[in-house]
């Protein structure tokens, strides 16, 4: 008795999973799979081994087994491939390949910034000269004859000069201008991302496009299943008939050319669906078995959430770094150095025209610099980062308006869609009632079965144009979700 109530409740799971919006065929194999395996030889006849065992623990053994089996079952569902809209745009989020330009774009701009900062670090040169001068300094002739009569030889400094040294500076005050570029680098690093964010978006786009065509196409195939089914019923009455002697073969063959007809326009609407269907799964990076359609929505119409918008704003930002960086330019700089050099001659003159060798010479000191050119171009600096402004502000109103036209053609578009429907429950019904009617008149040698075949395809007709018109009607309410970003 309780085989009997554990496998109709394992049976019960199964077909609770294939009303689940998340069934496809992986989760309903598992599931029946499971089901087999309780009711297969193999799990008998360890029973029957078992049974040596106490049999009263060996059946609270079991009995304990199969409940925890049920409750995994019903507490942890086998898990399946995303197949709604929003996992679909989350999962090729994360597939395409511009999501990884975040890490990129972030890393360089630490690096430059980094780069930047080094600035205040001291800054060490090394040089090597060496010189062939056509006049050096040398004593008064008056001198060099006083000298001689000393017996002193004053030779004086000569022409060729070599020198080998080092500089290093360290500033103290740079006017702002480090801080200035490391944020101007910073700015240029965010406006980048929002650069990115653009692209990235525009993937939910071409997700919609292939998830809708995927979903009308489905529907397009089980209305051509369906009249097919018609036609095939409509066919075994017909080859009845024909037996009967009451309807002729060309009625027969007529339905029968219908029914592959459809099954012909089926195999090329698979091909298009398998080709979506593979497309989608690169973008997402995941198989895709069968989606889910969305349920209607209405869009408050607010587009503050569009990442333009954000890329806008961040270029305003960076022209706002730029401009402060002018100020920097235009102050003094403050900064220690030391210069020490070997070589001839040195700083000590006068030992250097009497003995002409090599020493070793050093300075430290603070050095003052001020860079008043950058006055000639300020003028010039400030009015083209302003006109950067302006054209910053022409393109967000440019994108806003144009948004605004899209909102207003999708809102308008769902309406329309919306309001054909209506009409579409009714022209269904009158085709399906003109159709069962033009059956009943085959079956009494009313009409013949070209009679018949049109009002199957009439009622085909009309169930296509409502698929047709209800995921036009989605796709326009979530062409403007995206419109919105919402």
Not at 214 to 236: H, P, V
Request: hydrophobic share 40%; glycine share 6%; charged share 25%.
């Amino acid at each position: 008795m309780y085989d009997y109530i554990a496998n109709l409740t394992l049976f019960s799971v199964i077909i609770r999973a294939r009303h689940r919006k998340s069934y496809n065929r992986e989760s309903f194999c598992s599931y029946f799979i499971i089901f087999l395996w309780h009711n297969s030889p193999i799990f008998a006849r360890q029973e029957e081994e078992n049974s040596r065992l106490d049999k009263k623990e060996e059946m609270k053994k079991q009995h304990m087994k199969k409940k925890l089996g049920l409750l995994a079952l019903a507490v942890f569902p086998i898990a399946v491939p995303a197949q709604t809209l929003d996992e679909c745009q989350q999962a090729a989020g994360r597939n395409y390949p511009l999501i990884k330009r975040y890490g990129l774009l972030a890393r360089t701009t630490e690096l430059t910034v980094s780069n930047i900062r080094k600035e205040w670090l001291p800054q060490i040169s090394v040089s090597a000269q060496a010189t062939c001068q056509s006049g050096v300094a040398s004593w008064p002739d008056g001198i060099r004859t006083a000298y001689r009569r000393m017996g002193l030889d004053m030779k004086g400094l000569s022409k060729d000069q070599y020198r080998a040294g080092i500089e290093v500076t360290q500033p103290l005050y740079d006017g702002g201008a480090v801080s200035s570029q490391a944020g101007i680098a910073r700015r240029q690093g965010e406006v980048q991302k929002a650069e990115n964010k653009v692209n990235l978006y525009q993937v939910r786009r071409r997700v919609n496009e292939m998830y809708f065509s995927l979903l009308l196409l489905d529907e397009q195939i089980r209305l051509n299943e369906d009249a097919a089914a018609l036609l095939l019923s409509s066919e075994k009455t017909l080859s009845a008939m024909v037996r009967a002697g009451t309807a002729a073969a060309s009625d027969l063959e007529n339905v029968k050319a219908g029914r592959l007809d459809k099954e012909q326009q089926n195999t090329g609407l698979r091909a298009q669906r398998q080709m979506l269907r593979r497309m989608l799964g690169v973008f997402c990076g995941r198989e895709i078995y069968n989606l889910q359609k969305p349920d209607a929505v209405r869009i408050s119409g607010q587009t503050g959430n569009r990442p333009e918008l954000g890329l806008f704003d961040r270029q305003l930002m960076l022209v706002d770094a730029q401009e402060k960086a002018l100020g920097a330019r235009l102050r003094p700089k403050v900064g220690l150095f030391a210069q020490g050099f070997y070589g001839y001659p040195g700083l000590n003159m006068f030992d250097d025209m009497m003995n002409r060798k090599w020493s070793l010479n050093g300075i430290i000191g603070v050095k003052l610099s001020w860079d008043v050119g950058a006055l000639y171009t300020r003028k010039n600096d400030r009015e083209k980062l302003e006109v950067q402004r302006e054209q910053i502000g022409n393109m967000r109103e440019v994108f806003l308006l144009n948004n605004r036209l899209e909102q207003i053609q999708a809102e308008e578009n769902a309406a329309r869609y919306r309001s054909m429907m209506l009409a579409d429950d009714e022209i269904i019904s009158l085709r399906t009632h003109v159709r069962k009617a033009a059956e009943s008149k085959l079956a009494h040698g009313i009409i013949d079965a070209h009679g018949l075949m049109q009002e199957i395809n009439n009622e085909n007709a009309a169930r296509i144009r409502q698929a047709i018109h209800e995921m036009d009607m989605l796709r326009e309410m979530y062409n403007l979700k995206y419109t919105n970003n919402e």
